[in-house]
């Protein structure tokens, strides 16, 4: 279902008035609960984990209330209309709620609306709230489209009324995707929003600002009000209603270079441990995005997953935060547990196995071969620098790279972010210091809304050779004068070729790249 574009005054209308509404007044306290009127889901709704029978469709009420989705295959919902019972919204999950969508046609456009009821006066209903999706195809001979990006609200650039706010996701939204994979610091919760930034050339930039983007997350409803905070744009809440989200997280969604265990020597914070703060974080993301197995602090949920797209395309999400080792120099001889940790090390290989899929993204939500510091002597991501044989964390990727090679696993990719900046890397054994591993190539994007940053240097353990790359001439450009840079990949239905292309917003397509299909590496 195609949107109607919102315009810039409509969304400077829309944003403040959800800011006032829901900000300034404790709309949440309880003279919020009397019975009049009627629920509203004012930050929109979303859908993911889509298969070919089944999807999640996400919203929040303005107060208790029972959720109900309507599909139809009709936009006009003329026939066919289902309706699809979900759970009752409160307090402890935020007023937010995902509801399941069952017994879904394959390949289909879908059609829904989320209305929101009184529980105690069924009568009192919400305006329905519309949205759409595509479910998986199950023949291979219809075309896939996905973009990806990270890195949004970053760096204290929040949404900006004067120029449109997130303007970027109405490109993308244009660009009618099958889903969006939002590649990690899907918020930043140690970034605070202030009201004004001041520019290079004498401006300033201005920021709408929100209580809970006032300072550091460390409650729970600080947490949950950094996912707000992105969810006042109205250009995020359009995109949101007609493109699917694959959401992983990284660093941000915490605190900088987390790791588990970590003590914060940070004087803004009160709570001094980051595994206190991650288990916060992590409840709020799972009541922000259509994410089922997050949600309700299941023991046995975990941030990484694979979500298989039809016949061409499974995409497997890692998770490089949860259950890495601390930050250190790298360079330890042996570690097993590495950034991934062995039991999300040996599902990766399992997985990938197992894939029958013509394409095997791997979304990684750090980079392998560009080197991320942390302070003078430590490093952030996988690779330290050192240009000879695979140690510290690149010894587990190794492992990984040398399964998929002794395995003749075809079609891999990496895609990642977290960087501020978008680049095209080849990795090949005929350049790389370690050579028992298929060449393969990793694509860079982001930040879709946050400081831009100068390009890293590449470590050879991996042998990387950059065949594109743009980036800010210097730390922290703002995206006023570094727009937003997003991915996208194009799969043909009929030849099962993969284009990867590098965009930024306003200024069209910045690099192309097609790969063959059936490949162990290219």
Known sequence: MASTPHTRRSLIGGSLALSSALFAAPAFAAPAFARSGRPAALWGVQSGEITAHSATVWTRADRVARMYVETSPSEAFRYAVRRHRGPLLGPSGDYTGTTVLRDLPPGQQIHYRVVLTDPDDPRRASEPVRGSFRTTPVSRRRDVRFLWSGDLAGQGWGINPDLGGYRVFEEMRLRDPDFFLFSGDTIYADGPIRPSVPLRDGGVW???????????????????????????????????????????????????????????????????????????????????????????????????RVMRYGPLLDVFVLDMRTYRDPNSPNTQAQDPV?????????????????????????????PLGIVVPDGATDFEAVAQGDPGAPLGR?????????????????????????????????YAPERAAFTDFAPFWEFVSGPIGAGGFPAGR????????????????????????????????????????????????GGGVLFTRTLQPGRVGQ
């Open 206 to 304: 201005l920021n709408v600002t929100t209580e809970e983007k006032s300072k550091v997350a460390e409650t729970l409803a600080e947490f949950r009000g950094n996912f707000r905070y992105n969810l006042l744009d109205g250009n995020l809440r359009a995109f949101n209603a007609q493109v699917p989200v694959l959401a992983q997280w990284d660093d941000h969604e915490v605190r900088n270079n987390w790791y588990p265990g970590q003590l914060i020597d940070d004087p803004r914070y009160t709570v001094k441990e980051a595994d206190v703060l991650a288990a916060r974080a992590r409840r709020a993301f799972g009541e922000y995005f259509p994410v089922t197995d997050l949600r309700g602090g299941r023991a046995e949920g975990r941030m990484y």
């Open 338 to 366: 590495g950034i991934l940790g062995p039991e999300q090390l040996a599902w990766i290989k399992r997985e990938l196995s197992r894939s029958r899929a013509t394409w095997k993204v791997i979304a990684a939500d750090m």
């Open 394 to 426: 690149e010894l587990q990727i190794a492992e990984l790279l040398r399964h998929i090679k002794h395995r003749r696993i075809t079609g891999t990719l990496w895609l990642t972010a977290d960087v501020h900046y978008t680049a095209a890397n080849h």
């Open 458 to 505: 590449l470590d050879a353990t991996f042998g990387p050779r950059t065949a594109f790359v743009q980036s800010a001439p210097f730390a922290n450009m703002s995206p006023s004068e570094n727009p937003p840079y997003y991915g996208e990949v194009d799969i043909d239905g009929g030849s099962g070729e993969l284009t990867v292309r590098l965009r930024r917003q």
